[in-house]
Nanobody, 122 residues
Framework: QVLLAESGGGLVQAGDSLRLSCVVFGRTSSVAAMGWFRQVPAKEREFVAAITWGGSTYYTDSVKGRFTASRDNAKNTVYLQINNLKPEDTAVYYC????????????????WGQGTQVTVSS
């Protein structure tokens, strides 16, 4: 069993930065990759970024250069640094844990956090 706890969302202005955190509890040894997804009402959950415990990272094209996924294995925590926020980044952001690959597909992920709201005003 793996539990995830996200934090770091909030209301910000366009151009600001945020760092989302996701603490992983439980059987962390079974986790191969951690993903970040986002969702807005009436739309499917969208892959944003992923990082494997080996350090490989993956990003969707629309966030490359602005989003950075990282991890601190000693703290069982993964981060999503978001720079130059845009109104279209407004969404609920979820972290998720997977014991397999590919890391870009939501169906790969077994465990999900509760989500953290990011709202970007123009």
């Amino acid at each position: 069993q793996v539990l995830l706890a996200e934090s770091g969302g909030g209301l910000v202005q366009a151009g600001d930065s945020l760092r989302l955190s996701c603490v992983v509890f439980g059987r962390t040894s079974s986790v191969a990759a951690m993903g970040w997804f986002r969702q807005v009402p009436a739309k499917e959950r969208e892959f944003v970024a992923a990082i494997t415990w080996g350090g490989s990272t993956y990003y969707t094209d629309s966030v490359k250069g602005r989003f950075t996924a990282s991890r601190d294995n000693a703290k069982n925590t993964v981060y999503l640094q978001i720079n130059n926020l845009k109104p279209e980044d407004t969404a609920v952001y979820y972290c998720a844990a997977s014991d397999g690959f590919p890391a870009t597909l939501p169906t790969t992920y077994t465990y999900w956090g509760q989500g953290t709201q990011v709202t970007v005003s123009s």
